[in-house]
């Protein structure tokens, strides 16, 4: 049974509204277009998408049973990080990069959190 599952997750740091998906590709494509607004134009072909307008923020992941979907998960969290420094006009370089990474491993901790209750 096709499956997808939504979690709304907290960002205390930026206040970026990340719904993150977990499931079925053709399922979360469908939910894009629900949702409408241009989302539709991003439809994910491939085993993890991250999508953002600027104010809000998506991120999908086929799996995370999987060595694999971890490493998936990892990497669009890197594109998530991304977009919301750059909608919040925070550069980043080497010289203030504990930014990015404070942040990557708050959201990942706060994702994992949410999942596992």
Not at 18 to 29: E, I, T, Y
Not at 98 to 110: I, S, T
């Amino acid at each position: 049974m096709k499956k997808l599952k939504q979690y709304e997750i907290e960002d205390p740091m930026f206040c970026a509204n990340l719904s993150f998906l977990v499931g079925d590709r053709d399922l979360f494509n469908k939910k894009l277009k629900e949702w409408g607004d241009g989302l539709e134009n991003n439809l994910a072909k491939g085993n993890g998408k991250t999508i953002t307008d600027g104010k809000y923020f998506i991120v999908w992941v086929k799996e995370m049973d999987s060595v694999e979907g971890m490493g998936i998960l990892l990497h669009e969290l890197v594109h998530y990080v991304f977009f919301v420094l750059e909608a919040r006009r925070v550069n980043i370089s080497t010289d203030n990069d504990e930014v990015f990474a404070y942040y990557y491993a708050m959201m990942y901790r706060n994702i994992m959190s949410k999942i596992k209750k």
